[in-house]
């Protein structure tokens, strides 16, 4: 009465490895895209020039960002191709870092916190890969990159203030062209 397929056909149960597998895939199919993507913006500069834009961010941001998306999954290809995890806590602390910053853009800067949800989903893989891996425990690791975050919310918060943002120029070239005329 209770199950009458043969123990062949039963379907097998996902292990904890192969969580972590899928979200080591996850990783880099889509921090890999994201990277080529960023890191030929000096080509085409369409991302920069939104960043700029939209967020204040300078040009240069934008290939050194790339350049920590293609090493996060280059890290995760070769964990997941060899096997050898020696480097994965470098990966999933930069992802955590990255992370951080993303939610600075789409929460503080941008008004749109529900487009930070990626970066959550990524943030929660950061924390599950070495978790579920058993390579550190979760009472460490959690504060351990919600600190990276909080450093990566802070760099973006610090980079996006380099530079004067642009209604901030136009306001103090009127001040400045009113004072010249008052005088």
Known sequence: LLSTA???AKMPMLT???CVDFARAMEILIL?????????DFYHRGISSEMKRNFNYPLWLVPLVGGLQ???AALEANTLTSGANEHDGIAQRLVALLMGGC?????????????ASGAVVFFVFSVIIPTIDG???LAYIVPSHLALAALGWCSA????????????RKSAAGRGGESKKSK
């Open 6 to 8: 043969p123990e062949s």
């Open 135 to 137: 390579k550190q425990e």
């Open 70 to 72: 293609l090493a996060v």
């Open 103 to 115: 939610c600075f853009t789409h929460i503080k800067i941008a008004k749109r916190p529900k487009d």
């Open 32 to 40: 890999g895209l994201m990277s080529v993507i960023f890191l030929t």
């Open 16 to 18: 904890g490895s192969d």
């Open 157 to 168: 918060e610090f980079i996006s203030r380099l530079e004067p943002r642009a209604e901030e």
